[in-house]
Nanobody
């Protein structure tokens, strides 16, 4: 019912920057909370940054001051600007949304994940 397409991952040297983008499409009534998670090899998936519909944000302590999350409600997109990247930021990054979707003549709450995009930071 909702598709998330991520882009912007890649290989970067330590200290560099990358920008991840996620575009949502489908039978969306409203995108509520949106966020980025990451999972490094052998580790659990963790929240990196989140943004509410109203624009309130929260960040993992490890990325505060370096990463910035933003969203465009008109375009159904959420971006993650990553600066001063470190080797420990290497992971697969996943877009996640909590949303209200149209099902027939009603709406339902749901949450969806993107397919993931690899970010590799070389030291």
């Amino acid at each position: 019912q909702v598709q998330l397409v991520e882009s912007g991952g890649g290989l970067v040297q330590a200290g560099g920057s990358l920008r991840l983008s996620c575009a949502a499409s489908g039978r969306i009534f409203r995108l509520n909370a949106m966020g980025w998670y990451r999972q490094a090899p052998g580790k659990q998936r963790e929240l990196v940054a989140g943004v509410t519909y109203g624009g309130g944000t929260n960040y993992a302590d490890s990325v505060k001051g370096r990463f910035t999350i933003s969203r465009d409600n008109a375009k159904n997109t959420v971006d993650l600007q990553m600066n001063s990247l470190k080797s420990e930021d290497t992971a697969v990054y996943y877009c996640h949304v909590d949303c209200t979707v149209v099902v027939g003549t009603t709406t339902l709450e749901g949450n969806y994940w993107g397919q993931g995009t690899q970010v590799t930071v070389s030291s």
